[in-house]
C-alpha cells in the first residue's frame, strides 16, 4: 500500500495555497516567496476541512512546516543563481 495516498489532499492543499502566497522583489535575483498567508490557511480550511480544531492544528503545523522548507528551498537556489551573474 501506498503510504501517501491518505495524506495526498494535503499536497493538493498545499499546491493551491501556494497561489496565495506573496512574493518581494529581489531586483535582478527574482522574486523571493514569502509565507503562505494564515488568512488563506483559514479560508481553505473554511470551505474543505479539515472542520475539527484538533485536525485543523495539525493541517497547519504541516502545511507551515511544508512551505517553510519551500521558501527556504526557493530563496537559497534565488540566492545560488544571484551569485552566480555577479561573478
Same mark, same amino acid.
Request: aromatic share 12%; hydrophobic share 35%; charged share 20%.
Given at each position: 500500500?501506498?503510504?501517501?495516498?491518505? @495524506?495526498?489532499?494535503?499536497?493538493?492543499?498545499?499546491?493551491?495555497?501556494?497561489?496565495?502566497?506573496?512574493?518581494?522583489?529581489?531586483?535582478?535575483?527574482?522574486?523571493?516567496?514569502?509565507?503562505?498567508?494564515?488568512?488563506?490557511?483559514?479560508?481553505?480550511?473554511?470551505?474543505?476541512?479539515?472542520?475539527?480544531?484538533?485536525?485543523?492544528?495539525?493541517?497547519?503545523?504541516?502545511?507551515?512546516?511544508?512551505?517553510?522548507?519551500?521558501?527556504?528551498?526557493?530563496?537559497?537556489?534565488? @540566492?545560488?543563481?544571484?551569485?552566480?551573474?555577479?561573478?
Amino acid at each position: 500500500p501506498d503510504p501517501f495516498s491518505d @495524506n495526498i489532499w494535503i499536497l493538493q492543499a498545499f499546491y493551491l495555497l501556494s497561489g496565495s502566497r506573496n512574493y518581494i522583489s529581489g531586483g535582478l535575483g527574482g522574486a523571493y516567496p514569502q509565507a503562505i498567508p494564515i488568512d488563506a490557511i483559514l479560508t481553505y480550511a473554511n470551505i474543505y476541512g479539515p472542520h475539527d480544531l484538533e485536525d485543523f492544528e495539525r493541517f497547519h503545523q504541516v502545511i507551515t512546516a511544508v512551505d517553510k522548507v519551500y521558501v527556504e528551498e526557493q530563496i537559497n537556489t534565488l @540566492n545560488q543563481q544571484a551569485n552566480k551573474k555577479s561573478k
